[in-house]
């Protein structure tokens, strides 16, 4: 059984910086997709980056644009992921979910996605 565990979460000033982790067990996590998303309150759930599985035995890293050039998406060995999150503004308040699916296409879509963590919380106050 999948397990995703996320620790990180917390209240920043804006302008701040936050590291997210995220660790997995239970499952075959070297080839998985692993990644971020975000939910606001009375928002849908929105992409942020993931890590992806590629032929060449690597990992590569998306990103919203939204996030492009703040965050940092790291793959750390086979089962765990960070998010470096800098320059933090209010309208990264959000609840973060860690992700992880087998591979695929579409990994920006939530749907793809079949193993999912319990969620940490992010607050930027302005």
């Known amino acids: 059984q999948v397990q995703l565990v996320e620790s990180g979460g917390g209240l920043v000033q804006a302008g701040g910086s936050l590291r997210l982790s995220c660790s997995g067990s239970g499952g075959s996590f070297r080839t998985y997709d692993m990644g971020w998303f975000r939910q606001a309150p009375g928002k849908d759930r929105e992409f942020v980056a993931t890590t992806t599985w590629s032929a060449g035995a690597t990992y590569i890293a998306y990103y919203a644009d939204s996030v492009k050039g703040r965050f940092t998406i790291s793959r750390d060995g086979i089962n765990a992921i960070h998010l470096q999150m800098n320059s933090l503004k209010p309208e990264d308040s959000a609840d973060y979910y860690c992700?992880?699916?087998?591979?695929?296409?579409?990994?920006?879509?939530?749907?793809?996605?079949?193993?999912w963590g319990q969620g940490t919380q992010v607050t930027v106050s302005s």
């Open positions: 992700a992880a699916r087998v591979g695929g296409t579409d990994h920006y879509s939530k749907s793809a996605y079949g193993y």
